[in-house]
């Protein structure tokens, strides 16, 4: 069993992706190679005759004592493993060794390699073993630990954490915890997959009567200094994203403030079905009229592929043919209690590409909202889809490409009573 130590509030994990073509034991075993040649014949001053001729190349299964073929014992679950990576030592020329073997799933698996040898084709089949060696992902030690008075304890109400191959990791903890009166208690805590790997860190409860409130010390920014403080880039846009609690947005004032653009909630989904944002067809309506480039995003909890696939249906049946200038923008944020929604990290991953299937079957491009942290340790992000950066900081250091920057949560701008995210777009950064 590996453990490891966590001491920060969010754990970094090396994401592995199973993608592109798979090479497993339950293909037809191949005997021969067809190799077509084409030549051309010169026969009369004005004519040419091409000839095609078609030879075969017979690949044997009978390995000479002489070859060496030696591989790893074991592969990571959902790595992205080629057959050059599987060969470990050979002295013979491998003939596809791109190609990607079967690691879906833990257990035995063969894979058949192929080779030239002396000038002859062959085939064996090298077994090895998916294995899970990755510990459980900690997506929230505890960003609100607080214990109410009175109440049972429930440490699945105030941690969150996900393991790339495990459904339903166990999380256990030493320590007691009385809810009987105002305290608190100092835990440590082990989250552990089915594979043995375990996570530790320590929390620490307070117990309370009443659960406070998150304070907001946060300074707000004028929408002009905001264009001020970042008009040394070169070809960048200036936006908005909006939703029902910005309420009766003025759409020409904010035109006023220098925004040029504003990505507007349409709708939400958490357990039942999708709801529409409550001014959704006002700020659209709007905001096309006041001549700003409009796109939309939904704000997701799907756990399933089907799911997505239904939300997104659903979007565009609302859309009803209008044309965005922004790809429609996948929003997933249940990450404080994740084990809820009983998904590994790839599982998310297919949520979100079959949302952007779905959307491209229908003629709408996809983009995928996160922050900086999720998307350097959670998405992959397998189709290279446009990204929506949330990184609330004067410069961002994210190394990712990314074609919009949500820089700040706090703006204020002519035209809406209150707080506004705040935008730019790079306009270089391609939205396909």
């Not at 920060?8 to 034991?25: D, E, F």
């Not at 191949?30 to 084409?38: L, W």
């Not at 459904?167 to 903890?173: E, G, K, W």
């Not at 006023?256 to 709708?267: K, S």
Request: net charge negative; with cysteine.
């Amino acid at each position: 069993m590996k453990k490891y130590r966590l001491a920060t509030i969010t754990a970094a994990a090396l994401l592995l992706t199973g993608c592109g073509k798979s090479v497993g034991a339950d293909e037809e075993a191949t005997t021969s190679a067809a190799t077509t040649t084409t030549a051309t014949v010169q026969t009369t001053a004005a004519t040419t005759t091409a000839t095609t001729v078609t030879t075969t190349k017979k690949i044997s299964t009978d390995i000479p004592d002489s070859v060496v073929l030696d591989s790893v014992a074991e592969v990571e679950v959902y790595s992205k493993t080629t057959i050059a990576e599987l060969i470990t030592d050979n002295n013979v020329k491998l003939t596809a060794p791109a190609d990607i073997i079967d690691t879906d799933g833990l257990g035995e698996k063969k894979a058949k390699v192929s080779f030239q040898y002396e000038g002859s084709l062959y085939e064996k089949e090298v077994a090895y073993n998916v294995v899970d060696t990755t510990p459980p992902l900690i997506l929230n030690s505890g960003w609100e630990p607080y214990a109410k008075v009175g109440e049972p304890f429930n440490i699945d109400r105030i941690i969150g954490y996900v393991d790339n191959y495990d459904r339903a990791p166990t999380v256990t903890y030493s320590g007691e915890v009385d809810t009987s009166e105002v305290g608190r208690a100092d835990l440590a805590v082990t989250v552990t997959d089915s594979s043995g790997n375990s996570t530790d860190f320590d929390l620490t409860v307070l117990i309370l009567n009443e659960i406070p409130r998150p304070e907001d010390n946060n300074a707000r920014v004028a929408y002009s200094d905001f264009i001020d403080t970042y008009s040394y880039y070169d070809d960048i846009s200036y936006g908005i994203d909006v939703s029902a609690w910005q309420t009766n947005v003025d759409y020409n004032a904010v035109k006023d403030e220098g925004c040029e653009f504003v990505l507007m909630r349409m709708g939400y989904y958490y357990r039942d079905e999708p709801v529409m944002d409550d001014y959704y067809r006002q700020n659209m309506e709007n905001a096309s009229a006041a001549g700003l480039d409009v796109g939309v995003y939904f704000y997701s909890a799907d756990n399933t592929e089907e799911g997505a696939r239904e939300h997104a249906r659903w979007i565009i049946e609302q859309l009803d043919g209008r044309q965005l200038d922004f790809p429609i923008a996948f929003d997933w944020e249940e990450w404080a209690t994740f084990q809820e929604y009983g998904m590994n990290i790839r599982d998310l991953n297919n949520v979100f590409e079959a949302f952007a299937d779905e959307c491209e079957k229908h003629g709408y491009s996809a983009m995928l909202y996160s922050s900086k942290n999720f998307l350097n340790n959670f998405w992959e992000n397998r189709g290279n889809h446009p990204v929506w950066l949330a990184h609330y900081v004067d410069e961002t250091d994210y190394e990712g490409s990314f074609a919009i920057w949500q820089a700040s949560a706090y703006g204020r701008i002519d035209g809406i009573a209150g707080d506004v995210d705040m935008n730019i777009r790079f306009n270089s950064v391609p939205l396909e």
